[in-house]
């Protein structure tokens, strides 16, 4: 049997905020979501995002969806 590598996609939304320089509570405002979803994606303590929060999130930090996720190899 072939060892298979299995991709994970991390959010990148902690990145986004240090470079434009905001907190957590910033992004939480500017997106209309609470602090503990906020909170949750910038540390990638969550298994997943609805299309709603995304589109939120990339209004909010003025990206393109496919700038809030990488892969990430385990």
Request: aromatic share 6%.
């Amino acid at each position: 049997m072939k060892n298979k590598t299995m991709a994970i996609y991390e959010y990148r939304v902690g990145e986004i905020l240090q470079e434009k320089g905001w907190t957590i509570s910033h992004l939480a405002s500017e997106a209309g979501i609470s602090y503990r979803a906020a909170h949750a994606i910038v540390h990638n303590n969550t298994k997943g995002m609805r299309l709603e929060m995304v589109s939120k999130l990339c209004h909010a930090l003025k990206v393109a969806p496919g700038e809030l996720f990488r892969t990430k190899q385990k």
